[in-house]
């Protein structure tokens, strides 16, 4: 009899254990403001290529194509871009507008993202991710390589 009464409590043991290990462990994994905003911008400005910048011999700021973002600290991001076969760059503002377990959300200019973040053996990435405000709307995704510096 007191066999069958400790069976429950044993149950309830191991499932109490389990939600207490689910729970620190997504709390362990996510990342605070302050650290997605050093891996992003670091202690003074990282370089990240979505599109490299080509540009032509000779005088002048005449480019092929590329594009990059220099997110800076200071929550500025210069953002460099090959439009028209002329490099156009731009200073705007970006934040962080929220941080939970599953998303990271940044304004850039004016605009909201995903941010994501991920490491492999050619180096740092980061995906800013839009997505559409209606069902049928396209997902846009652009994915940023760390310069090396």
Known sequence: ???????????????????????????????????????????????????????????????????????????????????????QTSTQNWSIQSVDALETHIDVAGTSYILIFWDNSNGHFMLLRTKSDVKVGATIDKQFQLAEE
Do not use: N
């Not at 202690?43 to 594009?67: A, L, T």
């Open 1 to 87: 009899m007191e066999d069958r009464m400790s069976r429950p409590f044993s149950r309830i043991t191991l499932w109490l254990s389990c939600l207490l290990i689910l729970i620190s462990t997504v709390s362990t994994a996510q990342e605070t403001t302050g650290q997605i905003e050093k891996k992003l911008a670091g202690s003074k400005g990282h370089d990240w290529i979505y599109e490299k910048i080509v540009m032509f011999m000779g005088p002048g700021d005449k480019c092929k194509q590329g594009e990059r973002y220099r997110f800076k600290a200071d929550h500025t991001v210069v953002i460099s871009k090959c439009v028209d076969s002329k490099l």
